[in-house]
């Protein structure tokens, strides 16, 4: 039985590099440096935990409605 609920797949293509530009080329070598991805993971934390610490009166205040 088929779910309703529709289901994507992503397929990624070999592309000759010659025909990307520098930038994808660029972040397809960060994206395999385990240095990039932990500073990465760093950054979104710190975003979310300061948006969280500025947020914490609206956060209250909604817990109640």
């Not at 779910?3 to 070598?29: F, Y």
């Not at 991805?37 to 610490?53: D, F, K, Q, W």
Request: net charge negative; aromatic share 4%.
């Amino acid at each position: 039985m088929v779910s309703e609920r529709a289901v994507g797949t992503l397929v990624l293509e070999k592309t000759d590099e010659a025909e990307l530009s520098p930038r994808i080329l660029e972040l397809r070598k960060k994206i395999h440096s385990e240095e990039y991805i932990e500073n990465a993971i760093l950054r979104i934390a710190t975003v979310i935990s300061g948006r969280l610490v500025e947020n914490c009166e609206e956060l209250r205040l909604n817990d109640f409605e």
